[in-house]
């Protein structure tokens, strides 16, 4: 019988009164267990206090999840952010390395929104910071004051590539998809190849070129009611069926070694 995978998400920094909690967000880790089928593990964004060989070593994969908070500009070389704009210089020291080694050791990765734009930056992207201000860019945020129902319907048609890992799960050359973020691809990273656009032509998911597993990150919230939406899910089946993969193997690793 398989193993049920043990799948990292990412937590970012937020102050609760006066003391430092390290959080994520319900509908991530809901979404490992109900839409991937993984046991989801919480990793606190504790930056080099981490040993990434270590931590990797355990995982069957790792979910790069979105954030109020967005990556410091100076990880990419990017002008300084608006005044008031969220940053969490603890969540980008341990997400930024971490993304560079789980790719080569071929642990099985999606990112998130804010994950999609760290795997970008990792690899050598930059990003725009306000996409709703450049010019032939659509307004990609959410209508902030309205339900959440509302916030996370579709909004938009997404343009799948052909030969893809995308269209390689089924998904329909057009799909629709929600809009919640501020932030996007500028310059897509050396290695990353375009998996969707939207309908300005911004880029909202990418697969890592030569990843020797699973590797995708997509700009929208697949996570969202993952088991209502037929795309979604499949993203997530899939992510999910790659870390039980990865399970299974480390499971013979141990075996051979004399650990089961």
């Known amino acids: 019988m398989s193993r049920q995978p043990l799948i990292g998400v990412t937590a970012c920094t937020k102050m609760v009164g006066e003391h430092l909690h390290h959080i994520t967000g319900d509908k991530y880790v809901r979404a490992v267990a109900v839409g ?39 990880h990419y070389s990017g002008p300084a952010s608006v005044a ?15 993304i560079r080694q789980a790719i080569a050791a071929g642990i099985p990765l999606l990112g998130i929104c804010r994950g999609f734009q760290e795997i970008n930056v990792a690899f050598g992207g930059t990003l725009h910071q306000r996409v709703h201000e450049v010019a032939g860019l659509m307004d990609h945020r959410e209508p902030a ?29 057009e799909i629709r998809v929600n809009s919640i973020h501020g932030q996007g691809v500028e310059r897509l990273a050396p290695g990353l190849r375009v998996e969707a656009l939207a309908p300005d ?60």
């Open 201 to 260: 032509g911004l880029v909202e998911a990418f697969s890592v070129e030569g990843a020797q597993s699973f590797a995708l990150g997509v700009q929208w919230h697949p996570e969202w009611q993952v088991a209502s939406n037929p795309d979604y899910l499949a993203i997530f089946q899939a992510f999910g069926e790659a870390c039980r993969k990865r399970a299974g193997q480390r499971r013979t690793d141990y075996k051979e070694v004399g650990f089961l």
């Open 84 to 98: 008031g704009t969220a940053h969490d210089p603890a969540r980008d020291q341990t997400t930024l390395p971490l």
């Open 145 to 173: 004051h309205e339900p959440l129902q509302v916030q996370y319907a579709p909004r938009h048609p997404l343009q799948v590539q052909p030969g893809g890992l995308l269209a390689g799960l089924g998904l329909a050359s």
């Open 36 to 74: 991937a089928g993984g046991l989801p593990l919480i990793i606190p964004a504790l930056g080099e206090l981490l040993d990434p060989q270590t931590l990797l070593a355990s995982l069957d994969g790792l979910l790069f999840t979105g954030s109020p908070s967005n990556v410091e500009p100076h």
